[in-house]
């Protein structure tokens, strides 16, 4: 019988590419693969599971709140200093850094209003500890 095995890629839409390009690369602090940058698709070069963002194939203004009920947790390696980063820049945060039983974490909007969950990954194992021991 076949199975799903699990996630294997994510990508959000956006309303404008560039703005949200910005937003992960310069104040998220990820960065783009260039074998995959395109003018309407951009894919970051991840630890786990690919994340890209594309634009918008839908009218993200007649959504109250884009990918409503999907929560989508990435892996920080300093939770507090994302934190302050993003509150300087002017970013909407959701919920401010707690300890929680995945480690440190708050909840924060990105430009299009995609409610992202950052966190200090506690365990030393993938997919619940994604980073190498040194």
Not at 39 to 55: G, Q, W, Y
Not at 87 to 107: H, K, L, N
């Amino acid at each position: 019988m076949a199975k799903l095995l699990g996630p294997d890629f994510i990508s959000l839409q956006v309303r404008n590419l560039s703005t949200s390009r910005t937003f992960y690369t310069e104040i998220l602090g990820l960065t783009v693969d260039t074998r995959f940058d395109a003018p309407d698709f951009v894919l970051f070069d991840t630890n786990s599971i690919p994340f890209a963002l594309s634009e918008s194939k839908v009218n993200l203004d007649e959504a109250p709140q884009p990918g409503r009920g999907v929560t989508l947790w990435i892996d920080c390696d300093h939770v507090n200093e994302l934190h302050a980063t993003l509150e300087a820049a002017g970013a909407t945060i959701i919920t401010p850094p707690y300890d929680g039983p995945f480690g440190r974490t708050f909840v924060f909007a990105d430009p299009d209003g995609y409610r992202l969950t950052a966190n200090e990954n506690p365990w030393d194992r993938f997919p619940l500890g994604g980073r190498p021991q040194s």
